[in-house]
């Protein structure tokens, strides 16, 4: 990356004081509140395939969004362009277009007592390191990687193989016309495989692994991305439906959040104001099976969703969603909060976190006669309102332990509030770069349609 560390430094103090700058901007043409967010992004990003560069790029961003208390009214903007001149007329514009809007007092700040940051520097999300990342510690990176597949698809008819790294790093500022201020920066560096192989039929099956870290030193290494993409897609290799049924479901660890996160929509303070959320009147109602516990974490050092304080400027907080199968939080922020005339307990998740159990993810399949672990997704839908879901899988069937048919065209359907009691169990494979940091989790008796 060319940007030096004095840059980026001198580049994170720059934006507070712009924040400043547009806060007595706005304040001084008549907004009576403002919150104001300047940020800041730089990424870097190399791909091969088969052998030859086929991307290279460099983005930098730079930009602002306000949001305006005018008259009890609320309104929220966004501009790339930061010239003073050009910031005082794109305000002027949207402190007299916030007139026309209807009352809308809800929308005001928190009170700055409840406002605040975590311990930043706690959090450990940036990495020098990554600043020193160069185009050619990419390019052999790139292409040891490509390697790396190639070798580790030894044996199999592989028709293209693409290896990608990337890094960058990101800041902003947050200021707000009654006091608060908060900075936070982080880095990340990211390294992907994507092999597609030849099947019978004309088929080109074709799986992707990565790894993204806040350090360097955190990433997993090139071998292992290269191993697990080509076993994704030998996975996939004469993969087809299997008899529809009721199946054991082991979901992959790194999938979970899309299954999970069907229970976790209809958490949201929107939701439950609009009346669309299957779980309204839920709270510390038994939903789940003993075992099902979802945590959000957001100050794990490293840690990819890990955040100083929510939306709203309340500081980061650890917390239980589901505990033991009980319902104990929604997540609802300030301004739903008083829509709903309630005390907020945040509107927006950090690390969610699955505590991991004793078996391995092979165990758990040795000891069930049939099992489907699933592996990924091919698209689907899922209603916060009715709690419905269904969505195209493709993965391995199992039978006590051994792979006997690789799985796709199929389709888990049903409801969250009768999936829930199903999980049976954590794996204790936990994956831990992502901000969901779970492990793979079964599930009993799980509708499948297939052939």
């Known amino acids: 990356m060319s940007t030096t560390l004095r840059e980026a430094t001198a580049d994170h103090e720059g934006l507070l004081d712009s924040a400043r700058k547009v806060v007595a901007l706005a304040t001084g043409l008549g907004a009576d509140e403002c919150r104001v967010r300047v940020g800041r992004g730089v ?10 560069i086929e991307k290279a790029e460099e983005s930098r961003s730079r930009a602002m969004s306000v949001s305006l208390m005018v008259d009890g009214r609320w309104s929220a903007h966004s501009t790339s362009d930061l010239r003073e001149g050009a910031l005082r007329a794109f305000l002027t514009r949207a402190i007299e277009g916030t007139r026309f ?5 809800d929308r005001a700040l928190p009170p700055l007592a409840e406002m605040g940051s975590a311990d930043v520097d706690a959090l450990d999300a940036w990495d020098d390191a990554i600043l020193g990342i160069d185009q050619a510690a990419r390019r052999a ?15 199999l ?16 500022a947050i200021v707000t016309s009654h006091g608060f201020e908060s900075t936070f920066a982080s880095t ?4 992907a495989a994507v092999i597609s192989l030849e099947d019978a039929g004309g088929r080109l099956p074709e799986a992707w692994y990565s790894s993204t870290s806040r350090h360097a030193d955190d990433a997993l290494s090139l071998a292992h991305v290269a191993a697990r993409a080509v076993e994704r897609a030998r996975d996939r290799l004469g993969s087809g439906p299997a008899k529809s049924g009721r199946y054991p479901m082991l979901l992959d660890q790194r999938i979970t959040g899309r299954v999970l996160g069907t229970a976790l929509s209809p958490l949201s303070g929107e939701l439950l104001y609009e009346k669309r959320s299957c779980l309204d009147g839920k709270l510390g109602e038994k939903l789940g099976s003993d075992g099902f516990t979802i945590l959000d974490d957001p100050l794990i050092p490293r840690g990819s969703g890990s955040k100083p304080h929510d939306g709203d400027g309340i500081p980061a907080r650890r917390r239980a969603l589901f505990q033991d199968g009980v319902l104990e939080t929604f997540l609802i922020d300030v301004y739903n909060a008083r ?12 690390n969610l976190v699955v505590p991991p159990g004793e078996r391995s993810p092979g165990a758990i399949l040795a000891s069930l006669p049939r099992a489907i672990r699933v592996d990924g997704f091919l698209g689907g839908n899922a209603n916060p309102t009715t709690g419905d879901f269904s969505f195209g899988v493709h993965g391995v069937l199992f039978e006590h332990g051994e792979p006997v048919a690789n799985v796709s065209e199929m389709n888990i359907s049903g409801n969250v509030l009768d999936l829930l009691p ?14 969901w940091r779970t492990p793979s989790l079964l599930f009993d008796d799980v509708q499948f349609s297939g052939s």
Not at 44 to 52: I, N, Y
Not at 141 to 155: I, K, N, Q, S, T
Not at 188 to 191: A, L
């Open 339 to 350: 829509r709903l005339g309630t005390a907020p307990t945040g509107g927006s998740t950090g």
């Open 422 to 435: 199903r999980f049976a169990e954590a794996a204790s494979d936990v994956w831990t770069l992502g901000a």
């Open 101 to 105: 809007l209807e009352p809308d007092p």
């Open 157 to 172: 008819s592989v028709r293209s193989v693409t290896s990608g790294l990337a890094d960058g790093y990101s800041a902003r």
């Open 43 to 52: 990424s870097t990003e190399l791909s091969r395939r088969d052998g030859r």
């Open 188 to 191: 990340w560096v990211s390294t």
């Open 141 to 155: 990176g790139c292409e040891a990687l490509e390697d790396a597949v190639r070798a580790a698809a030894d044996g």
